[in-house]
């Protein structure tokens, strides 16, 4: 079926790219999507594994980041050479290409997925909030929710801003944590010994499982549709040549952007193990725990509003993304075209109201629980995204030359075979452990 509308009819194709210029220039064009994909890789429902992983085990976990990492590199790259060679994204070739019973099933899982990512942000942003000023998480919530407005303004503006802000956020987040490496001050000799794969992470039964936690949160389901649609606000040539290079510059922007997030994600677990392991303080995984030990264990005062303030930057760059990514899921899997304004809003409602329910009547202590939950659920939907990009961008006949070659082809299935895996182990383990 054709999709008469495209997924972001407003911002679709209004970036211009430079017909000559030297690659610098056309880079950044290029540059911007790469970024609001990268904060998935960095949201608030990472830091519990990444904080458990460096408390308990040192910098030994850091090769699984590693790892992960490049894992999810390869997988976006896949999105934008979907994006750049169909002109459509995931979520539309999904309802072109399955039965309309099997798109309404995935829509709906997607749907679900992108509420449980928004739920973790959103309360990621309101903990932060709370470290930092005092304000009860139901407040923090319901003021979080209103960045849909910074968005629908931002974007009504164009897309460049929505991504300027972003990357704004991102460098926040950076900056935080490349000052909290230099408070912690930890082993060099350690750190790049920790990105070395080690035989005792498949041996130890803690460590494998706080590793398949970290890989298991590597590719956010809604990251795949989202790449694969805002590759399309860059107004490339429809012509093979100016196709391949957009599959190039795009390919170089989300894998410098994954690199960040790559940083991010090390820095994270390198000054837990730096702060919290080698002091005797083992047992640090939730994100309130580790910002009252920061400053007394560092010695710096500031330390602790600096890891604060970066996970309210998370927070709200993911919050952001998550946003922009219902509104494709919706518009692609139904061609419902609903108001910008509409759709995030019911978007931000899915998230805020089973967070408000659950702090106004378990307590504030539930919030951890919640993010767990968020991320068990990302987990159940991540097949549902990963096999049909893998197998749209196998297709000769959808791709044509763009379809990935044999060599690709063989790798990508490898991939989404052990972070498949993994996630419904980790599933299996987190139900097994609520039984019991």
């Known amino acids: 079926m054709t999709i008469r509308k495209p997924s972001l009819s407003e911002v679709q194709r209004t970036i211009a790219i430079p017909k000559t210029g030297n690659f610098w220039r056309k880079m950044l064009a290029y540059a911007g999507p790469g970024y609001l994909v990268s904060v998935g890789y960095m949201d608030p429902g990472n830091w519990a594994t990444d904080l458990a992983g460096g408390s308990k085990f040192g910098y030994a976990l850091l090769s699984v980041i590693l790892i992960s990492n490049?894992?999810?590199?390869?997988?976006?790259?896949?999105?934008?050479?979907?994006?750049?060679?169909?002109?459509?994204?995931?979520?539309?070739?999904?309802?072109?290409?399955?039965?309309?019973?099997?798109?309404?099933?995935?829509?709906?899982?997607?749907?679900?997925?992108?509420?449980?990512?928004?739920?973790?942000?959103?309360?990621?942003?309101?903990?932060?909030?709370?470290?930092?000023?005092?304000?009860?998480?139901?407040?923090?919530?319901?003021?979080?929710?209103?960045?849909?407005i910074v968005l629908l303004m931002l974007q009504h503006k164009g897309f460049r801003y929505v991504e300027a802000l972003v990357i704004m956020l991102i460098a926040t987040i950076g900056v935080c944590f490349a000052t909290e490496i230099l408070f912690a001050k930890p082993d060099v000799g350690g750190i790049l010994w920790g990105y070395m794969p080690k035989l005792e992470i498949l041996q130890n039964p803690e460590m494998l499982y706080i590793a398949i936690g970290i890989l298991g949160a590597t590719v956010m389901p809604h990251n795949l549709y989202l790449h694969s649609a805002i590759v399309q606000t860059r107004a490339w040539e429809e012509t093979p040549k100016k196709k391949w290079e957009a599959i190039k510059f795009g390919t170089i922007d989300s894998t410098v952007a994954l690199s960040f997030a790559l940083f991010i994600n090390s820095a994270i677990l390198i000054v837990a193990a730096a702060t919290f392991h080698?002091?005797?303080?083992?047992?640090?995984?939730?994100?309130?725990?580790?910002?009252?030990?920061?400053?007394?264990?560092?010695?710096?005062?500031?330390?602790?509003?600096?890891?604060g303030?970066?996970?309210?930057?998370?927070?709200?760059?993911?919050?952001?993304?998550?946003?922009?990514?219902?509104?494709?899921?919706?518009?692609?899997?139904?061609?419902?075209?609903?108001?910008?304004?509409?759709?995030?809003?019911?978007?931000?409602?899915?998230?805020?109201?089973?967070?408000?329910?659950?702090?106004?009547?378990?307590?504030?202590?539930?919030?951890?629980?919640?993010?767990?939950?968020?991320?068990?659920?990302?987990?159940?939907?991540?097949?549902?995204?990963?096999?049909?990009?893998?197998?749209?961008?196998?297709?000769?006949?959808?791709?044509?030359?763009?379809?990935?070659?044999?060599?690709?082809?063989?790798?990508?299935w490898l991939v989404s075979a052990i972070i498949i895996g993994l996630n419904i182990w980790l599933l299996l383990q987190t139900f097994l452990t609520w039984i019991s």
Not at 81 to 97: I, Y
Not at 290 to 305: E, H, I, K, M, R
């Open 70 to 148: 490049l894992m999810a590199i390869l997988l976006q790259s896949l999105c934008v050479r979907l994006g750049v060679a169909t002109g459509r994204d995931l979520a539309q070739l999904c309802r072109d290409r399955f039965r309309p019973r099997v798109n309404f099933c995935l829509w709906v899982l997607c749907e679900i997925a992108i509420a449980a990512c928004d739920l973790a942000e959103l309360l990621g942003s309101a903990i932060a909030l709370q470290l930092l000023f005092g304000l009860p998480l139901v407040w923090g919530v319901c003021i979080t929710a209103l960045d849909v």
């Open 309 to 412: 303030l970066a996970l309210l930057a998370s927070g709200q760059s993911s919050t952001l993304t998550a946003t922009i990514a219902g509104q494709i899921v919706m518009e692609g899997f139904l061609d419902l075209h609903l108001p910008p304004w509409l759709r995030r809003l019911a978007t931000r409602l899915l998230a805020v109201i089973p967070a408000l329910i659950a702090i106004i009547f378990f307590g504030e202590r539930s919030t951890s629980s919640l993010i767990v939950l968020s991320q068990v659920t990302l987990s159940l939907q991540l097949p549902f995204a990963v096999i049909p990009l893998v197998m749209f961008t196998s297709d000769h006949s959808l791709m044509g030359e763009f379809a990935n070659p044999k060599w690709l082809k063989g790798l990508a």
């Open 278 to 307: 080698f002091s005797g303080y083992q047992k640090v995984a939730e994100i309130q725990e580790a910002y009252q030990l920061l400053s007394p264990l560092l010695g710096v005062s500031a330390a602790s509003a600096i890891f």
